[in-house]
């Protein structure tokens, strides 16, 4: 029997597992991501006209207690009034889905898709990249990743400044 395959595996595993790390070490921390979504929300045109917005966070409770620590606060032109949180997609609509399970990105940006709601998600690198609006870090440093196609799926109108500190795909 060849051992030589079975010497290889254990390498293989630590390699999965530091890999799975990396890829989890990439997202901004929630405060971060908070105070940026403001900054986003601020940029997007149909949103920094309406009078109030709603966010729905699909699990990611340090970012709902942040979200709702917010609640009442201007956003540029518009003021947040609502963050609901759950584990499943929501039956409503909100003005804003925050995607915080890999699982369930694709049934969220179909979501965002059907309501024309802007899809935000904390990680850049190990998401499928298909929500409107990633944000993260690369290369040391804190940076978003707008997904055009995307945004106009959800009818996003985007104020031009995004596209000078955002990367795009």
Request: proline share 5%; hydrophobic share 45%; glycine share 6%.
């Amino acid at each position: 029997m060849n051992t030589q395959h079975f010497t290889k595996f254990p390498f293989i595993l630590c390699l999965l597992y530091f890999t799975h790390f990396v890829v989890i070490a990439e997202e901004l921390p929630a405060r971060l991501q908070v105070a940026l979504m403001s900054k986003i929300i601020a940029m997007e045109n149909n949103l920094a006209t309406k009078p109030d917005i709603s966010i729905y966070v699909l699990d990611a409770p340090k970012i709902t207690k942040l979200l709702r620590a917010e609640v009442g606060l201007k956003i540029g032109h518009t003021r947040l009034k609502k963050v609901d949180t759950g584990t499943e997609i929501p039956k409503v609509k909100y003005d804003i889905i925050y995607i915080g399970s890999f699982v369930q990105e694709e049934a969220a940006v179909e979501y965002a898709i059907k309501n024309n709601v802007m899809s935000l998600y904390p990680i850049i690198e190990g998401m499928k990249n298909s929500g409107s609006l990633g944000l993260g870090i690369k290369s040391g440093r804190p940076t978003f990743l707008l997904n055009i196609g995307q945004s106009r799926d959800e009818g996003l109108d985007w104020n031009p400044t995004i596209l000078k500190v955002a990367s795009t795909k």
